[in-house]
């Protein structure tokens, strides 16, 4: 009996041990087939998942280029920001630290909670942020919360040329003017940063990818004067407030070689804020939008008679005492005429006379002789969006159209295309190709383009330039229509132009004008040609007495800019004499001085430092700089050393110290 129980006892033993080890064996057999799915199976699709879990690539804003102005003065340049992002796997408690980073951003709560609640493996919570509110998000220390530095495009002076430069987007993409034109050279290389996350859950990059690695983009160097932009942009935004004015235009060239010194539109808009801006007032309206120009087309008229040889400087032509009829319709002159010759007309501007000069002349003959200017056609200039203007074929020409074109109206032009034509007349007939880029510089200064003055035509002779100069100067002597315009001791050559303004529904409003006048200085060595245009003045209309005064006090600026003296008056100009710019120089590149570390709370030392340095350095200590002037920092508020008062730094820049 003993013996059977033992039996019994051993066989149940067995049993329990073999089914013990069947079940480490299945056991074994399930980790063994799970981990070969594990490392073979899925083991690219694993890889994958850890890798997205403890490594992000984030791609920053390329650094785009400097664009200098002439003198290498810098209008527009990137500053490193700070951006704050999220991964909203690893927030743990996304209403509550939504709110903390909402208030320190001061974004608003719910757009920022939604952020950190969202499934994404990163998003940016706020771009660009100001330093202070950068070290806010520091000291919180939230999980899955960081910051990474990106370049932020800057206009140290707000609304200067804003039409030429036009502005740059969030992610460094030009929208509109040169920013836009040249926004591949001026682009710099997409950044991507890639960060890891510890076992602890700390993020960090790896090494060699910091902010400032890669190279900025190509730089650029204007014609653009900056002095004598931001003189032509006050004088300009003064003449349409004086006139109680829609807009206004002005452009200042070189006759020479083509360069644009100062190009202006008001009303104008910061591309540093552009987002609160019209989108209407971004366009650079001197090369997009089309005008009737009114008599100041009559210097072209003239041009064609000149050339044509049917037009004698003693021939007189009746003006029928201020009233001519044309079939149905009648041409009008401010003051009754009798009979003028070809200089007199332009002088007194009469329509009328302008009308039988271009009668004379025949449809074909005048056309041709204005499409050798460059109306109906596109200047070329290096700027986006530029207009062709309006000019129809001879053979579409009616009596009517021809007498009316011969005096400005049923032709549009754009202010580029008027001064450009003019310039011709101030250049010896030779017709030049406006530019507004001089050169193009690597980002160690090495000049790798520079643009050269380009004859674009022929329109008129040297001895018919001359001619045509001699009229253009009695209309600003006594009896003229322009003698506002007059630059004392300086002879002025120009012309009025008083445009009706097209109605809506046909014909011409009896009201709205486009006043302007254009015109080059001096009248016997032309420097600097330039045109006003003042859109819908009130209380006056007549071009001499709108535009006239805006013009001189411009003219009066660019001479000084360009050392024209009475006591000097044929000075030797490098850019306006010579057809030719010369090599542009490259940007200068001085060293930032040394600069030892302020004491907590006290102004830092920016003596001598250009503007580009000197936000630079305020920026790396949380400072706001408000600055005046160009060139390098001559007086600061408050002193090197002095207790800071808030944020602020006030800077005074002179070029006299010698400034980049």
Same mark, same amino acid.
């Given at each position: 009996?003993?013996?059977?129980?033992?039996?019994?006892?051993?066989?149940?033993?067995?049993?329990?041990?073999?089914?013990?080890?069947?079940?480490?064996?299945?056991?074994?057999?399930?980790?063994?087939?799970?981990?070969?799915?594990?490392?073979?199976?899925?083991?690219?699709?694993?890889?994958?998942?850890?890798?997205?879990?403890?490594?992000?690539?984030?791609?920053?804003?390329?650094?785009?280029?400097?664009?200098?102005?002439?003198?290498?003065?810098?209008?527009?340049?990137?500053?490193?920001?700070?951006?704050?992002?999220?991964?909203?796997?690893?927030?743990?408690?996304?209403?509550?630290?939504?709110?903390?980073?909402?208030?320190?951003?001061?974004?608003?709560?719910?757009?920022?909670?939604?952020?950190?609640?969202?499934?994404?493996?990163?998003?940016?919570?706020?771009?660009?942020?100001?330093?202070?509110?950068?070290?806010?998000?520091?000291?919180?220390?939230?999980?899955?919360?960081?910051?990474?530095?990106?370049?932020?495009?800057?206009?140290?002076?707000?609304?200067?040329?804003?039409?030429?430069?036009?502005?740059?987007?969030?992610?460094?993409?030009?929208?509109?003017?040169?920013?836009?034109?040249?926004?591949?050279?001026?682009?710099?290389?997409?950044?991507?940063?890639?960060?890891?996350?510890?076992?602890?859950?700390?993020?960090?990059?790896?090494?060699?990818?910091?902010?400032?690695?890669?190279?900025?983009?190509?730089?650029?160097?204007?014609?653009?004067?900056?002095?004598?932009?931001?003189?032509?942009?006050?004088?300009?935004?003064?003449?349409?407030?004086?006139?109680?004015?829609?807009?206004?235009?002005?452009?200042?060239?070189?006759?020479?070689?083509?360069?644009?010194?100062?190009?202006?539109?008001?009303?104008?808009?910061?591309?540093?804020?552009?987002?609160?801006?019209?989108?209407?007032?971004?366009?650079?309206?001197?090369?997009?939008?089309?005008?009737?120009?009114?008599?100041?087309?009559?210097?072209?008229?003239?041009?064609?008679?000149?050339?044509?040889?049917?037009?004698?400087?003693?021939?007189?032509?009746?003006?029928?005492?201020?009233?001519?009829?044309?079939?149905?319709?009648?041409?009008?002159?401010?003051?009754?005429?009798?009979?003028?010759?070809?200089?007199?007309?332009?002088?007194?501007?009469?329509?009328?006379?302008?009308?039988?000069?271009?009668?004379?002349?025949?449809?074909?003959?005048?056309?041709?002789?204005?499409?050798?200017?460059?109306?109906?056609?596109?200047?070329?200039?290096?700027?986006?969006?530029?207009?062709?203007?309006?000019?129809? $074929? &001879? %053979?579409?020409?009616? @009596?009517?159209? =021809?007498?009316? #074109?011969?005096?400005? +109206? /049923?032709?549009?032009?754009?202010?580029?295309?008027?001064?450009?034509?003019?310039?011709?007349?101030?250049?010896?007939?030779?017709?030049?190709?406006?530019?507004?880029?001089?050169?193009?510089?690597?980002?160690?200064?090495?000049?790798?383009?520079?643009?050269?003055?380009?004859?674009?035509?022929?329109?008129?002779?040297?001895?018919?330039?001359?001619?045509?100069?001699?009229?253009?100067?009695?209309?600003?002597?006594?009896?003229?229509?322009?003698?506002?315009?007059?630059?004392?001791?300086?002879?002025?050559?120009?012309?009025?132009?008083?445009?009706?303004?097209?109605?809506?529904?046909?014909?011409?409003?009896?009201?709205?004008?486009?006043?302007?006048?254009?015109?080059?200085? $001096? &009248? %016997?060595?032309?420097? @600097?040609?330039? =045109?006003?245009? #003042?859109?819908?003045? +009130? /209380?006056?209309?007549?071009?001499?007495?709108?535009?006239?005064?805006?013009?001189?006090?411009?003219?009066?600026?660019?001479?000084?800019?360009?050392?024209?003296?009475?006591?000097?008056?044929?000075?030797?100009?490098?850019?306006?004499?010579?057809?030719?710019?010369?090599?542009?120089?490259?940007?200068?590149?001085?060293?930032?001085?040394?600069?030892?570390?302020?004491?907590?709370?006290?102004?830092?030392?920016?003596?001598?430092?250009?503007?580009?340095?000197?936000?630079?350095?305020?920026?790396?200590?949380?400072?706001?700089?408000?600055?005046?002037?160009?060139?390098?920092?001559?007086?600061?508020?408050?002193?090197?050393?002095?207790?800071?008062?808030?944020?602020?730094?006030?800077?005074?820049?002179?070029?006299?110290?010698?400034?980049?």
């Amino acid at each position: 009996m003993k013996s059977k129980k033992a039996r019994d006892s051993k066989r149940w033993l067995r049993v329990r041990l073999w089914s013990v080890g069947l079940v480490f064996l299945l056991a074994f057999g399930v980790l063994a087939g799970r981990a070969v799915d594990l490392q073979i199976v899925q083991q690219d699709r694993l890889q994958q998942l850890a890798q997205r879990e403890i490594m992000r690539q984030v791609k920053i804003a390329p650094r785009r280029g400097v664009i200098y102005d002439r003198n290498q003065e810098e209008l527009a340049l990137s500053l490193d920001t700070e951006s704050v992002y999220a991964r909203p796997l690893a927030v743990a408690q996304p209403k509550r630290d939504g709110r903390k980073l909402a208030k320190v951003l001061g974004a608003p709560r719910a757009k920022v909670v939604r952020r950190l609640k969202g499934d994404k493996h990163f998003v940016w919570v706020k771009r660009r942020v100001h330093p202070d509110r950068a070290q806010a998000v520091r000291d919180l220390g939230l999980e899955g919360v960081g910051l990474v530095t990106e370049p932020k495009r800057f206009y140290p002076y707000t609304n200067l040329a804003c039409h030429v430069l036009g502005f740059a987007g969030l992610d460094a993409r030009g929208l509109e003017g040169l920013e836009l034109k040249y926004d591949a050279p001026l682009r710099g290389q997409v950044q991507t940063q890639t960060r890891l996350r510890d076992a602890l859950g700390r993020t960090f990059s790896l090494s060699g990818q910091g902010g400032g690695s890669l190279p900025e983009g190509k730089h650029l160097i204007l014609t653009i004067d900056k002095g004598v932009q931001y003189q032509v942009e006050k004088i300009l935004a003064a003449a349409v407030k004086r006139w109680r004015a829609k807009a206004g235009q002005a452009v200042v060239l070189l006759p020479a070689s083509g360069e644009i010194l100062a190009m202006a539109s008001v009303p104008s808009f910061n591309p540093n804020v552009y987002q609160r801006f019209d989108r209407a007032l971004y366009r650079n309206r001197t090369v997009t939008d089309a005008f009737e120009p009114g008599s100041t087309f009559k210097i072209f008229l003239a041009a064609a008679a000149l050339k044509s040889n049917k037009v004698s400087l003693d021939e007189r032509f009746d003006c029928e005492r201020g009233k001519w009829k044309i079939g149905r319709r009648s041409i009008h002159d401010t003051k009754p005429h009798d009979k003028l010759t070809l200089a007199e007309i332009i002088k007194v501007s009469s329509n009328i006379g302008a009308a039988k000069v271009g009668r004379l002349l025949g449809a074909e003959g005048l056309y041709d002789s204005i499409e050798a200017f460059g109306f109906g056609q596109l200047t070329g200039v290096d700027l986006p969006g530029e207009a062709k203007g309006i000019l129809r $074929p &001879a %053979r579409r020409w009616g @009596a009517m159209d =021809l007498a009316t #074109i011969s005096f400005g +109206q /049923g032709v549009a032009v754009t202010p580029l295309q008027l001064t450009a034509a003019a310039g011709a007349v101030a250049n010896g007939g030779v017709l030049m190709r406006p530019f507004v880029v001089r050169a193009m510089s690597d980002s160690s200064g090495r000049l790798i383009k520079e643009t050269q003055p380009q004859v674009a035509g022929r329109p008129l002779s040297p001895g018919e330039a001359k001619l045509l100069t001699n009229m253009m100067v009695a209309v600003t002597e006594p009896g003229g229509t322009g003698t506002a315009a007059r630059v004392p001791p300086f002879k002025v050559a120009g012309k009025t132009g008083t445009a009706q303004k097209p109605a809506k529904g046909g014909g011409y409003s009896e009201n709205d004008y486009m006043s302007s006048f254009l015109g080059f200085v $001096p &009248a %016997r060595d032309p420097k @600097a040609v330039i =045109l006003v245009v #003042i859109d819908t003045p +009130q /209380g006056n209309h007549y071009g001499g007495v709108v535009a006239g005064p805006a013009w001189a006090a411009i003219a009066r600026v660019t001479l000084e800019a360009l050392g024209v003296h009475a006591e000097n008056p044929a000075p030797q100009l490098l850019q306006a004499r010579t057809a030719s710019p010369g090599p542009a120089p490259a940007p200068r590149q001085p060293p930032h001085p040394p600069q030892a570390a302020p004491a907590p709370g006290t102004a830092p030392d920016l003596g001598g430092l250009t503007l580009r340095q000197a936000l630079a350095l305020a920026g790396k200590r949380g400072l706001v700089i408000r600055a005046s002037g160009w060139g390098r920092v001559v007086s600061q508020w408050p002193a090197a050393g002095r207790p800071l008062k808030g944020k602020t730094l006030t800077l005074k820049l002179s070029p006299a110290s010698g400034g980049a």
